[in-house]
C-alpha cells in the first residue's frame, strides 16, 4: 500500500518539474512567491502569532520578494547570498547549542520575525536567479532532485542503520548513519545529474565541493525550523501535505541548499 508521504510527493513533483523546465522565469518567481507566501503563514504561527497577524504578515512579504526580483542585479544578489551563507553559519551554531541561546518573550519574537525572513528571502531569490541563468531551469531542477534524494536517503538510512543521534535536543529521529547517507545521495545526484542533464559544470573538484556544502548544509535547514518546532512544542508547521506536514516542512532543506548552491555555483561559473 502506498504511503502518504508517497502519494503526496506523486502529485506533488510532476506539477513542480513541468513548472520549473516550462514556465518563463517571472511566472517561476510567482509560483516561488506563493510557496514562500504558504511558509511565511506556517511561521508566524510558530511565532504565536494569530491567523490575522499571520496575514498582515504576507502582505509586508509579498511586496518584499517584488522588490528583491526588480533590483535584484546580480552584484546585489553577490552579496544578499553572501550574506545568507553568514547567517547559515550561525544557524549552525545555535542549533548545536539548542536549548541555549534562545530568548523568551518579545525578544524572542522579534528573533523569530528576523529568522523567518532569512529563512524564505534568500531561499526565494535564491531559486528565481538560478532559474534565470544560462541552462537555469535544467540547474533548479537538479538542485531540487539532489535536495529530494538527500532527504529520502537520510530518512531510509536512518531507519535501516539508526545510531548515534545527530541533533538528539532539536530532532531525535535523526541520526549520523542519515546524515551520511543523506550526504553521499545527494551529492551522487550532484554529480551523476550534471552529466545527464547536459549540464556545463566548473571543475569536477569544485562542483563536487559545492554539491557536498549544499547538501550539508540542507540538514541544518532542516534542524533550525525543527529547533523552532520544538521550542513551540509541535511536530509539523502545519497539516497541508498528508505524510509531509506543512510547506515549511517541505521545503526546510531547500532554504539554506538554494543560497549555498546558487552562491557556489555562480562563483565557480563566474556570472555572481
Known amino acids: 500500500m502506498i504511503s502518504d508521504r508517497v502519494r503526496t510527493a506523486l502529485w506533488i513533483i510532476p506539477p513542480v518539474v513541468a513548472a520549473v523546465l516550462f514556465l518563463p522565469n517571472a511566472w517561476v518567481a510567482v509560483l516561488f512567491a506563493g510557496v514562500v507566501w504558504g511558509a511565511g503563514q506556517e511561521w508566524t504561527a510558530l511565532m504565536g502569532w494569530p491567523h490575522d497577524g499571520g496575514r498582515a504578515a504576507g502582505l509586508f512579504l509579498l511586496p518584499l520578494l517584488a522588490v528583491a526580483y526588480v533590483l535584484g542585479d546580480l552584484a546585489t544578489v553577490n552579496v544578499l547570498l553572501g550574506a545568507a ?17 534562545l530568548p ?32 537555469g531551469p535544467r540547474w533548479l531542477l537538479l538542485l531540487l532532485v539532489m535536495i529530494w534524494l538527500a532527504d529520502g536517503g537520510a530518512y531510509y538510512t536512518g531507519r535501516r ?23 553521499g545521495a545527494g551529492t551522487l545526484t550532484g554529480l551523476l545529474g550534471a552529466a545527464l542533464l547536459g549540464l556545463d559544470i566548473p571543475t569536477v573538484g569544485v562542483y563536487a565541493g559545492v554539491c557536498l556544502v549544499t547538501v550539508a548544509g540542507s540538514v541544518v535547514g532542516d534542524l533550525t525550523v ?30 539554506a541548499a538554494a543560497p549555498i548552491f546558487t552562491w557556489g555555483l555562480g562563483r565557480a561559473q563566474g556570472w555572481l
Do not use: E
Open 85 to 101: 551563507l553568514l547567517w547559515w553559519v550561525l544557524a549552525t551554531v545555535w542549533v548545536m547549542r539548542f536549548p541555549a541561546g
Open 104 to 135: 523568551s518573550g518579545a525578544l524572542l519574537r522579534g528573533r523569530k520575525l528576523v529568522v523567518g525572513l532569512a529563512l524564505l528571502v534568500p531561499a526565494w531569490l535564491a531559486l528565481v536567479v538560478l532559474h534565470g541563468m544560462p541552462q
Open 161 to 183: 542503520f539508526g545510531g548515534r543521534k545527530l541533533a538528539p535536543r532539536v530532532s531525535p529521529g535523526k541520526t549520523w548513519a542519515g546524515y551520511w547517507g543523506g550526504l
Open 226 to 255: 525543527s529547533m523552532f518546532k520544538r521550542q513551540m512544542g509541535v511536530k509539523d508547521t502545519g497539516h497541508l501535505l498528508p505524510g509531509h506536514g506543512g510547506i515549511l516542512d517541505r521545503i526546510d532543506s531547500l532554504t
